[in-house]
């Protein structure tokens, strides 16, 4: 095995972590944007290509899961205390629970108003058999924005301690994410 087969993330790992990242900030971008249009019917046509994203982003994070069991994640960095591994390792989990359950709560939510989602045109997702409820989807959406919220909280503190690690710890944990640079085991 090559050092950088134990030291880093394969890429299609790398490429799929940073297209998922990309995706979620745009995600959020828009959803702001529809919040500001200056009617209701252009923030619905704005939250469209929200919804269409949604099921982009659910399909990349699920051929990343389904990729990590093919190409599992290099060991973590020796240096790394017990208790940073564990905080990593919960706020992995939580991106990966939030970035799964949030697209199939929004699906569901969409589905109480009767309403399909299109991705851009080129196929849509049915409308679930769910009862035709706007309170209960409502509310489905208020914690859906509360979860995106957390989410990119989560971003916040999950790109500082990666930077933390890189630029003042200079244990390369960076690296490990990218295909250049030295990384360390
Ligand atoms: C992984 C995919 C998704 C992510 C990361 C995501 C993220 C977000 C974020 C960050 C917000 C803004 C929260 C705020 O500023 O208050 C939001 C709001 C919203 N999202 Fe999503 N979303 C996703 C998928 C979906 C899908 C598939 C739907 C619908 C089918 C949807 C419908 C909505 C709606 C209606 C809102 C406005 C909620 C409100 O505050 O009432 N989202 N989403
Ligand atoms: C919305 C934005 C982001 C999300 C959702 C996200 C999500 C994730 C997830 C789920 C992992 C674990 C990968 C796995 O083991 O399968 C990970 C690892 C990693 N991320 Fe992010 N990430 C985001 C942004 C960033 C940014 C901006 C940086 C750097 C500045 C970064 C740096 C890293 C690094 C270095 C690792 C590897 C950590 C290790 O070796 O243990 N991420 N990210």
Request: proline share 7%; glycine share 8%.
């Amino acid at each position: 095995m090559s050092l950088n087969a134990r030291t880093r993330y394969s890429g299609l790992a790398m490429l799929l972590h940073w297209l998922i990242a990309v995706l979620v900030i745009v995600q959020w971008r828009i959803s702001e944007t529809a919040e500001e249009a200056p009617t209701r019917e252009a923030g619905g046509e704005i939250m469209a290509n929200h919804f269409a994203l949604g099921v982009v982003i659910f399909v990349l994070v699920a051929l990343r899961l389904v990729w990590r069991q093919v190409s599992p994640p290099p060991p973590p960095v020796v240096g790394h205390a017990p208790s940073e591994r564990a905080l990593a390792a919960i706020v992995h989990f939580a991106f990966y629970a939030l970035l799964l359950v949030m697209p199939i709560a929004g699906w569901i939510a969409l589905s109480t108003f009767g309403e399909a989602i299109s991705v851009w045109g080129l196929f849509s997702l049915p409308v679930l058999p769910v009862p035709q409820n706007p309170d209960l989807g409502e509310t489905i959406f208020e914690l859906h924005g509360a979860s995106g919220i957390a989410l990119l909280v989560l971003a916040a503190v999950h790109t500082l301690a990666a930077l933390k690690h890189t630029v003042r710890d200079k244990d390369g944990t960076l690296y490990r994410m990218l295909p250049f640079g030295t990384a360390r085991g």
